[in-house]
């Protein structure tokens, strides 16, 4: 898919080439096999997210990315891979590994405890991991030559664990209340930033009132890239199976304008736009669990597994149920790593 312009008027998704297919039949989980690759992903999405010194030809072939070679909107070089994974339920459901760590766009950095060689809160379900890589990779297709910003990738945060369980549970110290990052369904992202040499989950704005850390912005935003941020987030509205997309409450009155615009412009298809509600944010706390701890970063849920994505998105932090007082008063008195503190 070359990055040129961005809508397809007949279906408001971005114009697809064909993507580039692995060639070889996947294993199903519930048993035999899934058919080679017809148009997005299928594997553990055959991204290597970055280029190979040997040219873009090879980059392409080792990305499963296409760029057309005529076009008067094609930027050389600039391609997007898969949106959407192509199997079962079980199959795109897969907990795996985001792996690469590092690709176009993004850095799965380690944090909260993690090492280099031990990223055990990454683990996420494929689905998820191929649309995030599109996410970040549009982002860095469309925005790359836009002013301010660091210029630097995307930072990931907390997935799951290897067993599907909530980040730190393995020591001790569940670092999310009940319900979210279960079973890879859910990712803490960071947002782009117009400071620093990087984008990692960090607070974007003022959040302390007399001294005292209030865990969300409690003045306008200093250092978010409103316009990179508004495009990422109307990247994953792209997906049918987005569920629904937190932020804090200074953030979401920003970067839900900035979207718009960037559908008027044609940046964005218009399905972005049509479902800019799926942002959420709360500007007082009204019990939906976006209120708190969503200073420092986003957080994207997929819907449950299913063979129809169809289902309308829930406003609540948790698809079942909010989050509990007394869960987030646990995180944020106790210095638990994850939702209410990043490190």
Known sequence: MACGSPTDTSTGDPPVVAEADTGTAASDPDGGTEPADT??????????????????????????????????????????????????????????????????????????????????RSYARRDL??????????????????????????????MSEKNGAIPGTSVGSPGHPAGTHTNGNDMDIAYFQTAGTNNYLRAVCPHTSGGVDQYHCVGAPTILDVKR????????????????????????????????????????PKLACDRKSMVTYETTDTGRGWYKFHHHHLHISLK????????????????ESSATPFELERLEHGHVLGHAHVE
């Open 129 to 158: 991991m191929i649309l995030v890589k599109y996410a970040a990779a549009y982002v860095e297709c469309y925005g790359k030559s836009w002013t301010p910003g660091n210029g630097a990738p995307i930072g990931l945060g907390d």
């Open 229 to 268: 941020t508004a495009l990422f987030l109307g990247a994953f509205l792209l997906s049918d199976r987005t569920r629904i997309i937190g932020v804090d409450g200074k953030v979401g009155p920003l970067v839900i304008p900035e979207m718009q615009k960037l559908c008027d412009a044609g940046t964005l």
């Open 39 to 120: 148009g997005a992903a299928t594997g553990e999405d055959s991204a290597t997210g970055e280029d190979s010194a040997t040219g873009e030809d090879t980059a392409k072939a080792d990305s499963g990315m296409t760029t057309p070679e005529t076009g008067d909107d094609a930027k050389p070089g600039c391609a997007l891979p898969p949106k959407d994974c192509s199997g079962t339920p079980t199959y795109c459901g897969e907990l795996v590994p985001f792996e690469p760590v590092k690709g176009i766009g993004y850095d799965n950095y380690p944090l909260n405890g993690e090492t280099l060689s031990n990223q055990y």
């Open 304 to 319: 449950k597994l299913a063979a129809d994505w169809s289902p309308g998105p829930s406003e609540m932090f948790s698809p």
